[in-house]
């Protein structure tokens, strides 16, 4: 235990971020960093209890609560308030391949089920895991480790989001010849196409591909699998393969006016900004702006945020965001959403900080559903049609909506953009392979052995399991590696 006290000596402390009118100027990270005596400081606030549920990861009432990738996180709390930094990180590389991503983009489950959250304000933990890893470039320690020896296996691994990378580091580790097949022009799925620069930088994401490919890992981008090559081909020419593809279908929106121009997928919408920032700084103009327009995201998620944020970049005259679901309480209800569930709490992303400071307002409109888009002559999109709904759910887990008479709205709006979800993986790979999927249309394989119908093929994360965190897309590759390692070697000298 770092200080049996000091979770009542310390408070809680965050890093600053930039000022909201400063950073809708960029797209650079909006976190500042704490002094490392600031965030021994933090660790010290680590009681070491007798049952951490900040690493258990698991699944409760439909959210996470807990580490998926099971961090020692008392551990290294404790290090860091020692200032043992290289042994810190030598602790968190046991269990996280990539801290440098979770430590920014992880809603952090583990602070929800934090103990000292039962009394007061959970521990800094994501701010202490990104300092860690931080430190540990900065000071010269994460170096490229290749494996001594060579197993002579060969797997793909197809996609290359953190799944993918996961599980490809777990493998290359293990000794096994590892070529990861990426359909974009870059490396990194949704880490480098699907999450704004300003929460993760590219450069961060790049710096972590070089250190595999240095390490041995083969990296082929532009090349589509099921379409570029066959998918049976993988099958034939490597010993195992596993799909990591991602869950990319995006859920459809089919309402009256969907077809209208200016009706978008949130996926087309913040894909092309990013690649048009990488390509020139947003010079080449290929990517649908949204400046000058009055704009409503439709979908309250993390997507949805992003929207708001590049739209606000973009310079949009106006921007909404429609939730179906409640405002949270202020306050955690302790009966209906007990510790260690993830807190329901009302707060304001980056993105809703963002609009509010530029607009007077939180963006977010709560209990709304979105009942047609209306156009001009034109066929442009022109106003939303809503009603404010009452969310149920009935006896099956189903969530009911039930629209209330007399609270008809019309917004006008020049974009809608559509951030409600995704209906699994496109489905390619599945039926060239003469893969199982369940009704959600997901790749099938039990949890815990990943392996599918067909012989040499595993699957894993989002692809397998359905849109879920960055840090479950990490542990499920990583466990993934394990599997395929004993189905190649017949044991595993993976964790």
């Known amino acids: 235990m770092s200080t049996p006290t000091g979770f009542m ?16 100027k960029d797209w ?16 010290a606030r680590c009681m070491d209890c007798g049952t951490p549920y900040c690493h258990v990861g698991v699944n409760m ?10 961090n020692l996180i008392p551990e290294w709390n404790n290090l860091v308030y020692r200032g043992l930094w290289r042994e810190a990180l ?38 202490i895991e990104e300092a860690i890893i931080e430190k540990g470039f900065a000071e010269g320690w994460v170096q490229p480790e290749p494996p001594k020896n060579r197993t002579g296996k060969k797997v793909a691994v197809v996609g290359s ?14 000794g096994h010849c590892v070529t990861v097949y990426e359909r974009s022009d870059r490396v990194g799925g949704l880490l480098t196409y699907g999450i704004p620069s300003m929460k993760l930088e590219k450069d961060i994401v790049q710096r972590r591909v070089d250190l595999l490919a240095a390490e041995g890992i083969t990296f082929i981008t532009s090349t589509e699998i099921g379409k570029d090559i ?17 869950a990319t279908k995006p859920r459809e929106f089919n309402i009256e006016g969907s077809h209208l121009k200016g009706v978008t997928y949130a996926m087309d919408f913040l894909n092309g900004t990013i690649k048009s920032y990488l390509d020139s700084n947003l010079q080449d103009g290929n990517y649908i702006s949204a400046a000058g327009k009055d704009v409503i995201v439709i979908g309250g998620g993390d997507t949805g945020s992003d929207c708001v944020a590049t739209s606000l970049r973009h310079g949009c005259s106006s921007i909404t965001q429609f939730g179906t679901h409640k405002k949270a309480p202020l306050e955690r209800d302790m009966l209906a959403n007990p510790w260690p569930q993830f807190p329901n709490v009302y707060t304001l992303d980056y993105a809703q900080e963002e609009a509010k400071a530029i607009f007077g307002d939180d963006p977010r409109e709560f209990s709304i559903m979105t009942t047609k888009f209306v156009g001009d ?20 887990g189903r969530k009911v909506y039930a629209p209330m008479e007399g609270t008809e709205r019309v917004f006008p709006a020049q974009m809608a953009l559509i951030a409600i979800g995704f209906d699994g993986p496109e489905q390619t790979l599945a039926e060239q392979l003469g893969l199982q999927t369940d009704r959600w249309t997901n790749v099938k394989a039990k949890y815990g052995e990943y392996k599918t119908n067909s012989e040499k093929v595993f699957a894993a994360g989002d692809m397998r399991r359905g849109q879920s965190l960055v840090v479950w897309a990490i542990n499920e590759g990583r466990e993934a590696a394990r599997e395929v390692d004993k189905f190649l070697m017949g044991a595993t000298v993976l964790v």
């Open 9 to 24: 000596e310390y408070k809680r402390q965050l890093p600053a971020d930039r000022s909201p009118l400063e950073r809708v």
């Open 28 to 43: 650079e990270e909006f976190h500042k960093h704490m002094s490392e005596e600031e965030l021994r400081t933090q660790g």
């Open 61 to 70: 009432t439909g959210g996470t609560s807990g580490c998926p990738v099971h």
């Open 90 to 127: 030598d602790r968190l590389h046991k269990t996280n391949n990539f801290p440098e991503f979770t430590g920014r983009i992880c809603p952090a489950p583990c602070e929800g089920s934090c103990t000292v959250g039962l009394i007061g304000q959970p521990v800094t933990i994501k701010t």
């Open 161 to 174: 989001g953190p799944a993918g990378l996961a599980c490809a580091a777990q493998l290359n580790k293990a």
């Open 230 to 246: 066959p998918a049976q081909q993988l099958t034939e020419e490597f010993d195992a393969v596993v799909l990591c593809g991602g």
């Open 377 to 396: 002559e034109e066929g442009n999109l022109k106003e939303l049609h809503t009603v404010q709904i009452q969310r149920t759910v009935d006896e099956t």
